[in-house]
């Protein structure tokens, strides 16, 4: 299924996207799509059935905002430099384990919303990734079958990044990740039964049309089963959680000087096969 969320900003329904490309309303089923929805089995399987028997009332998506697609998320549990590629473009070895860094929930924005490059920013940076939604609590898993039931689906993540913050101004790099609308998600929550291999898919992204990442999951150097697995001896996983899992090459830090960071006014588009597509338009926040 591919669930997402719909409405203004704090007041988004809960909506299913059919086979054809019709928007269904599932309000009258549940009252969102949050770690609640996802860890219920029946409470899906009721979407299904409701799907299936056709009585799921179409909804006109004109003029219709597209939320983030999970609500009431708990963290954002982020990887860096999880791309073979990405780490050689910016200098980096490739790490011997992953290397793990949060997000708050309140970054997270729907995928056409506008994202604010931050005052006194320099180095505004793009990153799409593919995001896993946690559907069980996840807690010591030690094989990656354990890790793979525990995923609720996936879903595209923008995790843009102020270089500058996070690279030149000390301590950690969450400086440089939580700034205001820094983590457009979705369009959709496509359940992980549609998603037979997260290690076969292409993720591509554009600033102002031109094609600035294009790269694949097989590319990953932590696969995704491994990084769930590994992420749940750290810290406890609850059903809702997101977990980005890395960008491939092709980020403005990889690219030679000039760096061809982003400003207000650029406009980025990012794709994940089956997953979707985003644009936003940035402003100065």
Same mark, same amino acid.
């Given at each position: ?8 900003? *704090? &007041?988004?329904? %809960? =909506? ?8 269904? @309303? ?5 009252? #969102? ?57 910016? *200098? &980096?070895?490739? %790490? =011997? ?8 929930? @309140? ?5 056409? #919303? ?172």
């Amino acid at each position: 299924m591919k669930l997402l969320r719909v409405g203004p900003a *704090g &007041a988004e329904r %809960p =909506a299913l996207l059919d086979q054809d490309g019709t928007l269904r @309303d599932l309000s009258a089923l549940v009252d #969102d799509i949050d770690g609640r929805l996802l860890s219920d089995g029946s409470a899906l399987e009721r979407i299904r059935a409701a799907l299936g028997a056709g009585v799921l009332p179409a909804l006109d998506p004109a003029g219709l905002r597209t939320g983030p697609p999970v609500g009431r998320i708990g963290k954002v549990v982020c990887v860096g430099l999880n791309y073979h590629a990405h780490a050689a473009e910016t *200098g &980096a070895a490739s %790490p =011997a384990e992953p290397v793990l860094f949060l997000k708050a929930a @309140d970054t997270v924005v729907g995928p056409e #919303d506008t994202v604010l490059v931050p005052r006194g920013a320099e180095k505004t940076d793009w990153e799409v990734e593919l995001a896993v939604v946690i559907g069980r609590t996840a807690r010591y898993l030690e094989t990656d079958e354990e890790a793979r039931a525990h995923i609720a689906g996936y879903t595209i993540a923008h995790d843009v990044s102020e270089r500058a913050f996070q690279i030149e101004h000390g301590g950690t790099w969450d400086k440089g990740k939580n700034c205001e609308t820094f983590n457009p998600l979705g369009p959709w929550l496509v359940t992980a039964d549609e998603v037979p291999d997260p290690q076969d898919l292409s993720l591509r992204l554009w600033v102002n049309g031109e094609l600035r990442q294009d790269g694949h999951t097989a590319d990953q150097i932590f696969p995704v089963a491994q990084v769930i697995r590994y992420v749940s001896h750290f810290m406890t996983l609850h059903p809702g959680d997101i977990v980005n899992t890395g960008t491939p090459a092709g980020v403005a830090l990889g690219q030679p000087e000039p760096k061809p960071y982003l400003r207000p006014g650029d406009v980025v588009e990012l794709e994940i096969e089956g997953l979707g597509r985003q644009r936003q338009e940035l402003k100065s926040a």
